[in-house]
């Protein structure tokens, strides 16, 4: 009769490490040396080759989108700050770049959901817990401020001399006001919702995310005014892209440090060149403008439009990450077991 595993004599460390040796490999005994024991690395695999998670099925519009949504956003910001402090040229290109960049952003959107009509029934409910639901209703609460705004910059003389035209001027600072109210909401809801789905490379970076996301937008919008402002009026512009640049890079490499084994999705691949080039763009941006943009046109355009397509090169580095974590069960796998054992 076979003997009963478990009513067998526990076995010491030593014992127990001589029948792993000789199983995977030699050891030799007593105080000589031990030779190397050849365990092979191991390997995550999934039923039938297929990966464990779902790749997302999210085009080149979604990181688009992404970037446009910040961008409405910390232009929005701008343009509030401009038409407090006597910056006429700035809080125009703030509120017209603002309203193009959100109209950008929806199409995208749209684009990706396939059928207009999914936007508007996300706003049949408010559902606090779901950051699809929340980020809707954000959106709805930014558009029509930065909308009006945005039109009384454009009025013909002839109509700003009417009624309508008088009012619609006198409702565009409170209506940029609560749109840059807003504002920060906007540049960051992204990260959450992203950070909240059960990709690996975005849900393991959910402290980080944010960040990355808000410094991006900041950077990209102080940019985008920076290159098409006069210098004498840019200051506002170029105190946020310093902010935006900086807070981005910190952020990204805090990202990359506490991540643990969902950072090689962001550090190998495509990613890893995606958020290189973001990386050298945005410092040269930050560099320009802290040098000399301040009293050159030429260096606050050539550094502005750095920092612009890094903020853009940023997030589809992101988008690219997550994409690349769900095809290896790896990074699914690893962490589960490291909750477990913890």
Same mark, same amino acid.
């Given at each position: @009769?076979s003997?009963?595993?478990?009513l067998?004599?526990?076995?010491?460390?030593?014992?127990?490490?001589?029948?792993?040796?000789?199983v995977?490999?030699?050891?030799?005994?007593?105080?000589?040396?031990?030779?190397?024991l @050849?365990v092979p690395?191991?390997?995550?695999?999934s !039923?039938y080759?297929r990966p464990?998670?779902k790749?997302?099925?999210?085009?080149?519009k979604?990181?688009? !989108?992404?970037?446009?949504?910040?961008?409405a956003a910390? &232009?929005?910001l701008?343009?509030a700050?401009a038409?407090l &402090?006597?910056? /006429?040229?700035?809080?125009?290109? =703030?509120r017209?770049?603002?309203?193009?960049?959100?109209l950008?952003?929806?199409y995208?959107l749209?684009?990706?959901?396939?059928?207009?009509?999914?936007?508007?029934?996300?706003l049949?409910?408010?559902?606090?817990?779901?950051? @699809?639901?929340?980020g809707?209703?954000?959106?709805?609460?930014?558009?029509? =401020?930065?909308?009006?705004?945005?039109?009384?910059?454009v009025?013909? =003389?002839?109509?700003?001399?009417?009624?309508?035209?008088?009012?619609?001027?006198?409702?565009a600072?409170?209506?940029?006001?609560?749109?840059?109210v807003?504002?920060p909401?906007? #540049?960051?809801y992204t990260a959450?919702?992203?950070s909240? &789905?059960?990709?690996?490379?975005?849900?393991?970076?959910?402290?980080?995310?944010p960040?990355?996301?808000?410094?991006s937008?900041?950077?990209s919008s102080g940019?985008?005014a @920076?290159a098409?402002v006069?210098?004498?009026?840019?200051?506002?512009a170029?105190?946020?892209?310093?902010?935006?640049?900086v807070t981005?890079?910190?952020?990204?490499?805090v990202?990359e440090?506490?991540?643990?084994?969902?950072?090689e999705?962001?550090t &190998?691949g495509k990613?890893?060149r995606?958020?290189?080039?973001s990386?050298?763009?945005?410092?040269? =941006?930050?560099?320009?403008?802290? #040098? #000399?943009?301040?009293?050159s046109?030429?260096?606050?355009?050539?550094s502005?439009a750095?920092?612009?397509?890094?903020?853009?090169?940023q997030?589809?580095? %992101?988008?690219?990450?997550?994409?690349?974590?769900?095809?290896? /069960?790896k990074? %699914?796998?690893?962490?589960?077991?490291?909750r477990l054992n913890?």
């Amino acid at each position: @009769m076979s003997e009963d595993p478990l009513l067998r004599e526990p076995r010491s460390d030593a014992q127990a490490s001589d029948a792993r040796a000789g199983v995977f490999g030699r050891r030799k005994r007593g105080g000589g040396s031990r030779e190397e024991l @050849m365990v092979p690395r191991a390997e995550f695999r999934s !039923y039938y080759g297929r990966p464990v998670l779902k790749p997302p099925v999210w085009e080149w519009k979604v990181p688009a !989108y992404l970037f446009t949504g910040g961008l409405a956003a910390g &232009t929005s910001l701008l343009a509030a700050g401009a038409d407090l &402090t006597g910056r /006429p040229r700035l809080r125009r290109v =703030g509120r017209t770049g603002s309203l193009a960049a959100l109209l950008a952003s929806g199409y995208l959107l749209v684009a990706d959901l396939g059928r207009p009509a999914r936007f508007h029934h996300m706003l049949r409910v408010a559902k606090p817990t779901s950051p @699809m639901s929340v980020g809707t209703w954000i959106l709805t609460a930014f558009a029509p =401020g930065v909308g009006v705004a945005a039109l009384a910059e454009v009025l013909p =003389g002839r109509f700003r001399r009417t009624l309508p035209g008088r009012l619609l001027r006198a409702t565009a600072r409170p209506a940029g006001l609560v749109s840059a109210v807003i504002a920060p909401a906007v #540049a960051s809801y992204t990260a959450v919702l992203l950070s909240q &789905t059960a990709v690996p490379a975005w849900h393991e970076a959910h402290p980080q995310l944010p960040f990355v996301f808000t410094g991006s937008a900041a950077a990209s919008s102080g940019g985008f005014a @920076m290159a098409l402002v006069p210098v004498r009026e840019a200051q506002p512009a170029r105190a946020l892209a310093v902010f935006g640049a900086v807070t981005e890079l910190a952020a990204s490499k805090v990202l990359e440090r506490r991540l643990g084994l969902s950072a090689e999705a962001y550090t &190998t691949g495509k990613a890893h060149r995606l958020r290189k080039w973001s990386e050298w763009l945005t410092a040269a =941006g930050l560099l320009g403008t802290l #040098a #000399a943009a301040h009293r050159s046109r030429a260096v606050a355009a050539a550094s502005g439009a750095a920092l612009f397509a890094g903020s853009a090169l940023q997030r589809f580095g %992101v988008f690219e990450a997550g994409v690349e974590s769900t095809k290896d /069960p790896k990074y %699914v796998v690893v962490p589960q077991r490291e909750r477990l054992n913890r």
